[in-house]
């Protein structure tokens, strides 16, 4: 619940989001420079999208795909920042978490990789907490899956989910078309 997170830097409902969550985001810049050591920019504009994944670093959560379609955002927007955060076995998938870690490389400032032990604190003892959900987007690749919780974070924390359309997150997000409203 944002209104009582002790992790989200400033706790918001819905009354005040919109003016609350750009400041979480500048905390949430903050502490991935802190995380990572290197700056993580603002690129002139608060207002940049964040697109955040965060989740288990394993193949039936998307890791295979998700390099490949950041970079290509990435190359794309050069506003646009990402935040890879999860827990990552490197002995069976060292390949993947190293391609992830590239970005990270190839668009300092504008890409920060977390693999940790644990989803919201990085190994180094910064605390994300929920403000990791400052995020403008989150992307969601899974496989398969019965039933997700970031979706739900997402909703409660005002980040919109993008999903792929399978199992319970079929069931649990509703597609959205801007162009005509539903």
Known sequence: NPSIDPFIGINFDYSNVVEVKPENKKLLRQDITQATGVPFDELGNADNPIILFIGRLVPQKGIDIIPQALR???????????????PGDRDNFGREISELEMLQRDFPGRAAVLVSKRFTVTDNGVVLGNKVY???????????????????????????????????????IQQFDLETGE
């Open 72 to 86: 290509r955002i990435l190359n794309r927007n050069p506003d646009v920042q990402c935040v890879v955060l999860g």
């Open 134 to 172: 400052a995020a403008d987007l989150c992307i969601i690749p899974s496989r398969f899956a019965p039933c997700e919780l970031v979706p739900f974070y997402c909703y409660s924390y005002g980040t919109v989910p993008i999903v792929h359309r399978v199992g319970g997150l079929a069931d649990n």
